[in-house]
T-cell receptor
Framework: EADIYQTPRYLVIGTGKKITLECSQT?????MYWYQQDPGMELHLIHY???????EKGDLSSESTVSRIRTEHFPLTLESARPSHTSQYLC????????FGQGTRLTVV | GEDVEQSLFLSVREGDSSVINCTYT??????LYWYKQEPGAGLQLLTY?????DMKQDQRLTVLLNKKDKHLSLRIADTQTGDSAIYFC??????????????FGKGTHLIIQP
């Protein structure tokens, strides 16, 4: 049973468009994360947050930005999408363990 | 930095046992995890083990931890086609479960032969 939700599941968009990937969790977790994953490949942490108004960059440099205005919501924004941004984006939150959303598969054409 | 290593592929026949291995370098690991990722989906937590445990069993899953050798394994008994997925090993020294300290392996693709 998923308590962390990502929308959209799939997105195909043209180069130069601004996009926001949504992530919400109902578990009251303070810590939330965004990972980028190419198909069948390893996970790369691109952003994380310890709570409201806290955002940090992860291990992999990313042109995306995040915000954390509410505990349950951690959206990721790309101001100008490029084909190199094509990937799967996974949101997660943690209490004792790390729970993942279903992911958003982004294709930039 | 810390490292977690896994074989990239494992092929087993349906009905056999699958053993997925993982080695890690962080001697201060507190929690060790196994996640499963089916095609097009997020990661699903399968099981986790504390570093003061040697073994944990949950239905068809058995986790073995050799802390001296920094070796973790996941055994899936009676492997079924639905077990076909990528399995990620992960570890953290953070007892709060914070993923900023979580190190993932690159994942093992489990392939089931009929």
């Amino acid at each position: 049973e998923a308590d962390i939700y990502q929308t959209p599941r799939y997105l195909v968009i043209g180069t130069g468009k601004k996009i926001t990937l949504e992530c919400s969790q109902t578990m009251g977790h303070d810590k939330m994360y965004w990972y980028q994953q190419d198909p069948g490949m390893e996970l790369h942490l691109i952003h994380y947050s310890y709570g409201v108004n806290s955002t940090e960059k992860g291990d992999l440099s990313s042109e995306s930005t995040v915000s954390r205005i509410r505990t349950e919501h951690f959206p990721l924004t790309l101001e100008s999408a490029r084909p190199s941004h094509t990937s799967q984006y996974l949101c997660a939150s943690s209490g004792i363990t790390l729970a993942f959303g279903q992911g958003t598969r982004l294709t930039v054409v | 930095g810390e490292d977690v290593e896994q074989s990239l592929f494992l092929s087993v026949r349906e009905g056999d046992s699958s053993v997925i291995n993982c080695t890690y370098t962080d001697s201060s690991s507190t929690y060790l995890y196994w996640y499963k990722q089916e095609p097009g989906a997020g990661l699903q937590l399968l099981t986790y083990i504390f570093s003061n445990m040697d073994m944990k069993q949950d239905q068809r899953l058995t986790v073995l931890l050799n802390k001296k050798d920094k070796h973790l394994s996941l055994r899936i008994a009676d492997t079924q086609t639905g077990d076909s997925a990528i399995y990620f090993c992960a570890e953290t020294p953070d007892s709060g479960g914070g993923a900023d300290g979580l190190t993932f392996g690159k994942g093992t693709h489990l392939i089931i032969q009929p």
